[in-house]
């Protein structure tokens, strides 16, 4: 079931330097989910640069806190610096040698991993003038742009939502929680009846409480897209069970439990096994799976099994929302991604140009290598900490 496709093959990228940064940013517009409200927030960029003068950077977009999942700032840049960083080859001849001899070294860790990888396809896109929608199979030149709303109350989810609405957003997704979410969505519902929305919970449900499981099945009114990620990141079981014994007509879509490309697979067996596999859709987080290739091979099984995927965020800078932009024009993703916002994320972005809204609602695939130049400027006055390995 999972896919085998060879990736594209190059010459060899001989590496000189190798740079972690830690970039101190800040949110425009606070983010609150079921975990908590963010504004204040640190990333990391990995910077790799060839004899040759090429510069390849990836994003590993890290919270602050390990609130999402166990990864978090300090996590990220410490087994970056201590066990991947040491460990790229100072010539890779692959994606394949990239990942056998550096990344599944180390168990777990996503988050750093894509950011290495991320910037080792930006350097085989520079390299082989292809772009990363083809070296991807990328197909799609516009893609449905979503907006993920953490609203702090009612009123404010209203207010950023008319605000979204008035700028083209055609889908919108509200985090949801305990206390808020039924009456939430009852009022965006009338408010916009053909609107395309869904919902995410972040975990912050419990299936075996009579409050939320009447919660979450009161939302079957609303013809949601989908219910994001109810339950605990490790439960297939309770969230299978939950779609097939309580009937909820909406999808599931699984965020947090969704590792790898086998995980994806375990979830669609499992959904099968209750018959309800019309009902699971795939959120792919490059960051969360371990890379964009990892995602990629995700959206492929998607495909072949029927599954819709789209592409989710981690309110990542310009850069990381290109490349997630150049991965949901995938056949695989099927249905808009958490890309944008009506204002730019931060402050300061270090991405030129940033991805932006049409008049239609869509975003506008790049077809040459990333989307983007990076600001060095930027790049070098957000830093407040880095690392470098020369080879
Ligand atoms: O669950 O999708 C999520 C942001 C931080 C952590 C988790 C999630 C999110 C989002 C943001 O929903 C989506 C975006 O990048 O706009
Ligand atoms: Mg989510």
């Known amino acids: 079931m999972i896919p085998t496709i060879q990736p594209l093959a190059h010459d060899p990228l001989n590496l000189k330097e190798i740079t972690i940064r830690r970039l101190r940013l800040r949110l425009r517009v606070p983010f609150r989910t079921s975990f908590g409200t963010q504004q204040e927030r640190d990333t990391i960029l990995v910077i790799l640069k060839t004899h040759d003068g090429l510069i390849g950077v990836g994003e590993a977009p890290s919270l602050v806190a390990p609130m999402y999942d166990e990864q978090y700032i300090w996590s990220d840049y410490d087994v970056l610096q201590r066990f991947l960083v040491p460990h ?13 001899e550096t990344l599944s070294s180390i168990k777990g860790h996503h988050f750093s991993k894509c950011g290495i990888e991320a910037a080792y396809w930006n350097l085989v896109s520079q390299q082989t003038g292809e772009s990363l929608k083809t070296l991807w199979g990328g197909e799609a030149d516009i893609v449905v742009a979503g907006f993920s709303i953490g609203g702090q109350s009612l009123e404010d989810v209203l207010a950023r939502a008319e605000v979204a609405i ?35 919970a972040n975990c912050a449900y ?12 009161a939302l079957d009114d609303f013809g949601l897209l989908m219910i994001e990620q109810p339950f605990s990141p490790h439960d297939f079981l309770d969230h299978t069970r939950f779609q097939a014994e309580l009937n909820l007509q909406t999808p599931i879509a699984l965020d947090e439990s969704v590792l790898s490309v086998d995980d994806a697979r375990r979830a669609i067996e499992m959904w099968r096994l209750f018959g309800v596999e019309d009902k699971l859709i795939i959120n792919i987080k490059p960051p969360r799976v371990g890379g964009y290739w990892q995602g990629r091979l995700i959206a492929e099984m998607g495909y072949e099994q029927g599954i819709p995927c789209w592409m989710g965020g981690m309110l990542e800078l310009g850069l990381g929302k290109w490349m997630n932009v150049i991965l949901s024009s995938h056949p695989g993703c099927r249905l808009p991604g958490d890309h944008l916002q009506p204002q730019p994320y931060y402050e300061r972005d270090i991405a030129d140009p940033l991805p932006s809204i049409q008049p239609d609602g869509t975003i506008a695939v790049p077809s040459h290598w990333g989307g983007c130049a990076v600001d060095w400027q930027a790049v070098e006055e957000l830093t407040i900490d880095l690392h470098t390995d020369k080879r």
Do not use: C
Not at 206 to 217: E, M, S, T, V
């Open 88 to 100: 790229i080859p100072t010539t890779i001849t692959s994606y394949t040698q990239l990942q056998d």
């Open 166 to 200: 008035q700028a083209g957003f055609r889908r919108l997704k509200i985090k949801i929680w305990p206390s808020h979410d039924v009456q939430v969505i009852a009022a965006l519902r009338e408010r916009y009846p053909d609107l395309m929305l869904q919902v995410d």
């Open 206 to 217: 419990d299936p075996f409480n009579p409050d939320h499981q009447r919660a979450l099945k």
